[in-house]
Each structure stands twice: as structure tokens, then as C-alpha cells.
């Protein structure tokens, strides 16, 4: 099983600088739908065994344009995933990102954030057990195809993370763009970073280029 692991597009709270978490009505920026249209023809045409969207809005209008490029798909294989939804950072939603780094539990999110738990909303920790379970679930499907799951930076840096056997502390060396596409082959049972945070490829050859080589010795065959 492969799984493609996407980041919704440039938002209009990123370009304000505001942590919008759960809040509702953040739609894509100018240049997020810019980068939506980009995405489609970056992602072309590859098999596909199902599509799990966040319920955030910014998550759909981000697929919508490939998901729209592909008359054929079967609608069905795309549902709404829940545990995909962006942290909920509780009082934080909304707020300034230069504001809320000079809050007392600003350290604990950079070098603690399996200890953080959001103030009226949800911990790190917890975040990272949800989305987990979607990814068991992906890998867990029969047949062939991809499964892509569209979600948000820290959801996609969390899944990242215990896919690599890294604790979760190790998160924020991690680097999530907009619209970035990430790839985590299970295959072969243990998982494999194949592509991580890429922006700019065109990923339709590598998506359909069949099977990686199993052997690793040497750094692997590449497919």
C-alpha cells in the first residue's frame, strides 16, 4: 500500500500569519488557488483505491480541482475523514502565530509537543493517534491503488513522524509546505519515506511507475 499525503493550499489565515486551526470559513488564498490548479496537473491521472478528506473547507477546494480534472473517478472512493481534521488548538484558533510565540507554552509546541495540550482544545499526542488511525485504515484496504489523504501541516508532520519510528518531540524537524505532496510506501510492511514536501515535481510518472525494488541495499533499485 502507497499512500500520497497532501497539505491543503495556501489559506487566507496563512497569509495573515493566524493559526485558524478549526475555525470555520477560511477559504484559499489567491495564491492557494493558484497552487490548487498547479496540484492537479502536478498529480495527473494514477491509480486511486480511495481519497480521505479533512472536513475543513480549505482541504476540499485544495482537491476539488483534480478531483474535477478526472471525470471518470468514481466520487465514491472520496470520503470526508475526521480524523484528518486540523489540530484543534482550542483558544489559540485565530490568533496571531508573532502573538502566541511569546506565550509561556510556546517552548512546549517547538521542543516538548508530545507533552502540549492546546487550552480548550486537544493535545499533540492525541492529534497523532487520530490521523494514525486513517493511515491504518488506508493500509489496510485491498486491492491496488493509492490512497491520498488530504489534511493539514501538523496532522502530515505527525503521521511523518511514527511512519519514520521518530517520537513525536521530533515533529517540528519536520517541513510541511502548502500544497506539498508527500509519499510513505508500506509495501513492504515497514514504512518508507519515498517523497517528502515536494511542491514543484511533476508526480504523475513516478505515481505510475509500478512497484519499488524491495532490496534497499545500496540506498534501493528505485522503481
Known amino acids: 500500500m502507497q499512500i500520497v499525503l497532501i497539505r491543503h493550499a495556501h489559506s487566507q489565515a496563512n497569509a495573515k500569519g493566524v493559526l485558524s486551526g478549526r475555525l470555520p470559513n477560511i477559504k484559499l488564498s489567491e495564491k492557494g488557488t493558484a497552487q490548487s490548479q498547479e496540484l492537479a496537473t502536478r498529480l495527473g ?23 474535477a480534472s478526472m471525470p471518470k473517478l468514481n466520487r ?3 470520503i470526508r475523514d475526521e480524523n484528518l481534521n486540523e489540530v484543534d ?8 502565530l508573532a502573538a502566541l510565540s511569546a506565550h509561556k507554552l510556546w517552548k512546549t509546541v517547538q521542543n516538548n509537543p508530545s507533552a502540549m495540550y492546546f487550552p480548550n ?4 499526542a492525541h492529534m497523532q493517534q487520530r490521523a494514525m488511525q486513517s493511515v491504518h485504515e488506508a493500509v489496510s484496504l485491498k486491492g491496488r491503488g493509492y490512497v491520498v489523504l488530504v489534511s493539514h501541516g ?21 517541513v510541511i509546505d502548502p500544497a506539498s505532496v508527500t509519499l ?14 515536494d511542491t514543484r515535481s511533476v508526480l504523475a ?3 505510475n511507475a509500478g512497484a519499488r525494488s524491495k532490496n ?5 533499485g528505485g522503481k
Not at 488548538?89 to 496571531?96: A, L, Q, R, V
Not at 505527525?158 to 518531540?169: K, Q, T
Not at 510513505?184 to 514536501?197: A, F, H, I, K
Request: charged residues 20%.
Open 45 to 67: 491521472e494514477f491509480p486511486i483505491k480511495q481519497i480521505r478528506v479533512s472536513p475543513m473547507g480549505r482541504c476540499q477546494e485544495t482537491i476539488e480541482p483534480w478531483l
Open 76 to 78: 465514491a472512493l472520496v
Open 89 to 96: 488548538y482550542g483558544s489559540w484558533s485565530g490568533k496571531k
Open 121 to 124: 482544545g486537544e493535545g499533540l
Open 154 to 174: 501538523d496532522v502530515i508532520k505527525a503521521i511523518v513522524c511514527s511512519a519514520l519510528g521518530m517520537h513525536l518531540d521530533d515533529f517540528q524537524r519536520i
Open 184 to 197: 510513505l510506501d508500506y509495501t513492504s510492511g515497514q514504512p518508507q519515506l519515498t517523497l517528502l514536501n
Open 205 to 207: 510518472p513516478l505515481l
Open 216 to 220: 534497499l541495499l545500496g540506498g534501493g
